[in-house]
C-alpha cells in the first residue's frame, strides 16, 4: 500500500491526503512536483549507462575463452530482448516505489520449432508480482517461486482460456491489481 501511495505521489502529484482536501474545499491546494525532476534525473543516468553483466573466469577450471564466449551469449540475450528497456522500466519502478521487476524468459525461436532462446521481459506493473512470503534476503534472490499477474481484457481471457470460469478471477485481487484504468 506505502508503495502504491509512493507511486501516485510521484507519478499522480497526489501530495494531498483526502481529508486534507476535504478541509481546504474551495480553497486551493497547490501541488508543486520538485521530486519529479529528481527521479528523472537519476533515471535517466541509469538510461546512459545501463546495467551490462560481466562474465570474469574466476574458480577452478574457469579460463579466459569459456568466459568470452558466455560475454557473447550474454550480449546476445540483451541484444534479442531489448534490454536497454527492460533494465529502464525496473530501474525506474525501483526509484519510484522501492520495487522494480525484470523477467528472465525462456521462448520458442519459432513456432515449429523445439529451439529456445533466453529472453529479458520487462514487467509494465511491478505491483504484479507476488514474490514468495517465506523469502529472507532482502532482493529475493533465495525465493522458491514467483506468481507474475496480468491484466487482460474479458474478450482475450474468454479467447485465450474458453473453458475458464471468468467470475473466479475477481478472488486474486490485491493493490497493485487493475492499476490501469480503462
Not at 33 to 43: E, L, T
Not at 163 to 182: E, P
Request: glycine share 6%; aromatic share 10%; with cysteine.
Amino acid at each position: 500500500e506505502r508503495a502504491r501511495q509512493e507511486f501516485e505521489f510521484v507519478d499522480g502529484l497526489k501530495h494531498w491526503d483526502a481529508t486534507m482536501l476535504q478541509e481546504r474545499k474551495g480553497r486551493p491546494c497547490l501541488v508543486f512536483d520538485r521530486i519529479g525532476p529528481a527521479v528523472d534525473q537519476v533515471v535517466n543516468d541509469a538510461r546512459q549507462s545501463p546495467p551490462e553483466p560481466r562474465i570474469s573466469p574466476v574458480g577452478e577450471g574457469a579460463d579466459k575463452e569459456t568466459a568470452e564466449v558466455l560475454q557473447g551469449l550474454v550480449r546476445n540475450i540483451d541484444n534479442d530482448s531489448n534490454a536497454r528497456v527492460v533494465w529502464a522500466t525496473g530501474y525506474e519502478h525501483a526509484v519510484k516505489c522501492g520495487r522494480g521487476w525484470v523477467r528472465v524468459l525462456t521462448v520458442w525461436e519459432e513456432d515449429d520449432s523445439f529451439k529456445q532462446k533466453i529472453v529479458l521481459r520487462r514487467v509494465a506493473n511491478p505491483f504484479s508480482v507476488y514474490p514468495d512470503p517465506s523469502a529472507d534476503e532482502f532482493d529475493y534472490s533465495d525465493m522458491r517461486r514467483c506468481l507474475v499477474t496480468e491484466d487482460l481484457d474479458e474478450s482475450v481471457y474468454k479467447d485465450t482460456y474458453p473453458d475458464s470460469k471468468v467470475a473466479s478471477l475477481f478472488d486474486f485481487q490485491s493493490i497493485g491489481d487493475q492499476i490501469r484504468k480503462d
